[in-house]
């Protein structure tokens, strides 16, 4: 009889262990729901912040246009399409700029997605985005039936928020590289938004606007030459032959040129002719590429 209860007593301590583990177990469900609740209803007041701030840039854009508008009439002044477009991006830059100072200093209130205004005129329709809390980089204007002469590629930049530039060097001296030999130069010293690849040696353009690129190589005996190349075609070529001499040199090249997103640009030795020395690199004379 003894024996039957001790057996009961322990049934009983094993199905009270069962239960309080089943509470607990109900307990941090319960805490991980609570929490999930609460990010969602945080997100949301964020939404509802970005709303706002919406709104009031929206309005604040429409009263400048209209005091644009006034003064203009007042004044009796004609203005051609291009300058009025030009006073409305410059407008929207002064808005979106005072907007992403203000948010920068309460870093909780912004939001994750991208405040958008339309601009029409007689000439383009102008889509702008501030993507100063975008996670892509670059991607800040798209032009829709832009005119021939379009507007300046620098009111463009500012408008999109994210400047472009990238400086690099070789690390070390390349022997004797072969024709068509992609040069890598390994050492970043400035890569924004990251477009510059220091593995690759190619830059891929993140937005569609005009850049400027500039290689600057030295090389020590006999003959050089050097292609900078846009894609799979060649914008540009340098030669240099210091014939019978060993001297150190630098050979140099400028490119202007309009890329589209994806586009893609690098500097290698010439497709047909041989390189005869090495390129050189160190602290006494270093081989670079930039482009902004």
Not at 256 to 280: F, K, M, N, P, W
Request: charged share 25%; glycine share 4%.
């Amino acid at each position: 009889m003894m024996r039957n209860y001790v057996v009961l007593f322990i049934l009983f301590l094993v199905c009270n262990a069962e239960s309080l583990n089943r509470n607990k177990d109900q307990t941090r469900r319960l805490d991980a729901l609570e929490n999930v609740v609460s990010q969602i209803q945080q997100q949301n007041q964020r939404l509802e912040e970005t709303v706002l701030i919406q709104q009031m840039e929206i309005t604040e854009l429409k009263i400048q246009l209209e005091k644009v508008k006034v003064e203009h009439k007042n004044g009796n002044k004609k203005m051609s399409p291009e300058d009025f477009k030009i006073i409305i991006m410059d407008t929207v830059s002064k808005i979106l700029t005072k907007n992403e100072l203000s948010n920068s200093n309460d870093e909780s209130s912004i939001p994750d997605n991208e405040a958008e205004f339309l601009i029409k005129d007689t000439d383009t329709d102008t889509k702008v985005h501030d993507n100063s809390t975008s996670s892509k980089p670059g991607l800040g204007m798209q032009y829709v039936n832009e005119p021939a002469n379009g507007v300046n590629s620098k009111i463009k930049r500012a408008l999109s928020g994210q400047a472009i530039a990238f400086y690099v060097v070789m690390s070390h001296n390349e022997k004797v590289p072969s024709p068509h030999h992609t040069l890598v130069f390994d050492s970043v010293k400035t890569n924004v938004q990251g477009a510059y690849d220091q593995y690759s040696g190619i830059f891929t353009a993140p937005v569609a606007v005009f850049y400027v690129f500039t290689f600057s190589i030295r090389t020590g005996c006999h003959a050089y030459a050097f292609e900078i190349v846009k894609n799979a075609d060649v914008e540009g070529a340098v030669f240099l032959d210091v014939e019978e001499a060993c001297d150190s040199e630098h050979v140099t090249w400028t490119l202007v040129s309009a890329l589209d997103v994806g586009d893609i640009v690098y500097v290698r030795t010439h497709s047909t002719r041989e390189i005869q020395g090495d390129v050189l690199s160190s602290i006494e004379g270093m081989s670079s590429f930039a482009g902004w």
